[in-house]
């Protein structure tokens, strides 16, 4: 899948469901799925014939895939790590994702967004351990500690996304300083911690064919 570069609104609109990709907007009545909630263009009130059951498998996929902002190419890396862990792999695929150093950046309340948490991290704003990381695709690890770098802490950013994140909650598998601006991974989530819609076993279906 090429990077998309038009209103990702339409991505919601498209699957039906809220994915959280516009930040605090989703959670007012300017969201697209508040306001229209059928697929976009001008067939979108259509409906259209049943799916085939591959059809439902590769959109469960391209949602997965559009929640947390990654391309096709890395999307197969996960699930082949996935293969080779202990455990269910569809779980071990989502638990992957939510490793990632941008969503952590999210779940923790330092990002409205999982773009803006990318984009930030690409930007040095972030340290692992206390070293900057510049790299959103990396996979923390369970005790490791995510900080906003001191000189970042009094951008406007920083204030907006903390708040959001007071009216929104913190998942309870992180844990949160906000005086030192941390955030440590306290335990790897369990998939009933994980709340968005999906159903991972589609995926796993879809890649097994």
Request: one cysteine or more; charged letters at 30%; hydrophobic letters at 35%.
């Amino acid at each position: 899948m090429a990077k998309y570069t038009e209103a990702v609104c339409r991505l919601c609109r498209r699957d039906g469901i809220k994915l959280f990709l516009k930040g605090e907007r989703c959670f007012t009545d300017k969201c697209a799925i508040e306001r229209r909630a059928y697929a976009p263009g001008q067939h979108g009130q259509r409906g259209g014939r049943k799916p085939t059951e591959y059809a439902v498998q590769l959109r469960e996929k391209q949602k997965v895939k559009r929640i947390y902002g990654i391309m096709e190419r890395q999307f197969r890396r996960y699930f082949s790590m996935a293969e080779r862990m202990h455990g269910i792999t569809g779980e071990n695929l989502l638990q992957l994702l939510e490793r990632r150093l941008d969503n952590m950046v999210y779940r923790m309340g330092f990002a409205t967004s999982r773009a803006e948490a990318r984009h930030m991290v690409r930007l040095g704003h972030f340290l692992v351990n206390n070293k900057r990381n510049t790299i959103p695709s990396y996979i923390v690890k369970q005790g490791d500690v995510v900080s906003i770098k001191e000189k970042s802490r009094a951008s406007v950013w920083v204030k907006n996304a903390l708040e959001s994140a007071d009216r929104h909650g913190i998942p309870e598998w992180v844990q949160i300083n906000k005086e030192k601006f941390t955030g440590t991974v306290a335990a790897y989530p369990a998939r009933d911690q994980i709340t968005m819609p999906i159903n991972e076993q589609m995926i796993v279906e879809l890649y097994s064919k």
